[in-house]
């Protein structure tokens, strides 16, 4: 993607409104129950490429980061953008070979299982429909990665599929489902995770799962690939350290690079910025799926409207008015929800995509949001990576180099910035 693709908006220290809802229960400490650990986003395949013309005979290796452990876990595959029935051939998880570092496709045979659906090692996804895998006895530890398998043996068509992974992923030839040596996968691009949308685990008294609803600051562009240094991630090793009780939360990033909360993604944007497929659909459009459809969420944090500014020279009513309507939406479901401050740019792009008229609307959707009380708190994320002497831009320190999106260390004063007492523990 061109450098002006990935946007979001990242924060500062947060101040409370309000305890968040009222009308959530604890779980009960001794009683198993299905947490989310890890989920993405998806879209629809772009118009060309791999993710149009799809895959035939092929076997995608796939590595996820998990937020939180457990004795057992299960997998979703979602075919929600595909153009036709999608046949699973054969799926696998397994634990990576730690042994070999710098060959990520590698894993550690002894590890890996078969996954099942309903009973059998085959599966058909139909078109628009997501396949749950059967629940697996499979340890997961905290923190850890997990490497899913999946064969395809007949044309997919058009991918439904996560374009900004920050992860190298691997395709080759044939069913590798049970290969431990990574030498097959012969295709090994670092962008995506084709028909994965999530991971559960089972964990005794869970306190369910925070979603991150944000655009390409959450999805980590301009973090290290294959680090897992997006703030999302920190955060879930902040919530980690914070409770030795191990009653945590997973943390589940539905970050899309490129997101727009009054746009499509093939919507054109300023500075010649030619829209795709896999900026998704809005973001009011993405809460069924990718909110209100995960497992045990009780509380969202929505980072999004700086791509509506830079790309589509929205006013700040426009902007305000869609992050009020997702507050309602999330706030009628019982869900406490959190909105997050849009941090600076200037100088990211073509001329034209940062301007003083859209910094000034950048700064009325702040005003805004650090005025109302409607959300249950804000992340102040522009106050943590703004440079002071000059407010319309990142802090040096934390510019990843195209001036919009944070390094590591921007990532982690994000993280560091959530204060846990607003996230209905």
Request: charged residues 15%; proline residues 7%.
């Amino acid at each position: 993607m061109a450098a002006a693709a990935a946007l979001l908006v990242a924060g500062a220290p947060a101040v409370v409104a309000s305890a968040g809802p009222s009308g959530t229960t604890a779980s009960r400490p001794d009683r198993a129950e299905w947490a989310g650990s890890w989920a993405t986003a998806v879209t629809r395949g772009n118009s060309v490429g791999l993710t149009n013309t799809g895959l035939n005979n092929q076997s995608v290796r796939m590595i996820v980061h998990v937020s939180v452990g457990g004795p057992a876990l299960r997998v979703r595959l979602s075919n929600l953008y595909g153009e036709q029935a999608v046949q699973v051939g054969r799926a696998t998880v397994a634990r990576p070979n730690t042994t070999t570092p710098d060959d990520l496709s590698d894993i550690d045979a002894a590890s890996v299982r078969p996954l099942t659906f309903t009973g059998a090692t085959t599966a058909t996804m139909n078109r628009g429909a997501e396949l749950l895998s059967d629940p697996l006895p499979f340890p997961v530890a905290d923190d850890s990665d997990l490497v899913l398998t999946v064969h395809f043996p007949t044309p997919t068509g058009p991918t439904t599929f996560h374009g900004q992974s920050q992860q190298a992923n691997f395709i080759g030839a044939g069913d590798l489902t049970g290969a431990a040596e990574g030498t097959g996968f012969t295709t090994r691009p670092t962008c995506c995770w084709f028909f994965l949308s999530g991971v559960d685990v089972q964990r005794k008294g869970s306190p369910g799962a925070l979603v991150v609803l944000s655009d390409s600051i959450g999805d980590g562009n301009g973090s290290t690939v294959n680090a897992n240094r997006r703030w999302p991630d920190l955060l879930a090793d902040r919530l980690l350290a914070d409770r030795p009780d191990k009653r945590t939360p997973g943390v589940l990033n539905l970050s899309l690079a490129g997101n727009r909360l009054n746009h499509e993604g093939t919507e054109p944007g300023d500075g010649e910025y030619p829209g795709y497929y896999q900026l998704g659909p809005n973001a009011a459009a993405r809460l069924n799926e990718d909110v209100f459809g995960q497992t045990g969420v009780r509380t969202v944090v929505t980072h999004l409207g700086i791509n509506d500014i830079w790309m589509s020279n929205d006013t700040p009513e426009a902007i305000i008015a869609t992050l009020r309507q997702i507050n309602q939406q999330l706030q009628q479901r019982g869900l406490t929800s959190l909105v997050a401050t849009l941090t600076p740019y200037e100088g990211h792009g073509a001329p034209g995509v940062w301007t003083p008229q859209k910094e000034a609307t950048r700064q009325a959707v702040n005003a805004y949001l650090r005025g109302s009380r409607e959300f249950d708190g804000l992340l102040d994320f522009d106050r943590v990576l703004r440079d002071p002497a000059r407010p319309s831009q990142l802090l040096a320190a934390y510019d990843s180099g195209d001036h919009i999106h944070p390094n590591d260390a921007g990532n982690q004063a994000l993280a560091n910035a959530v204060p846990l007492r607003l996230l209905d523990l």
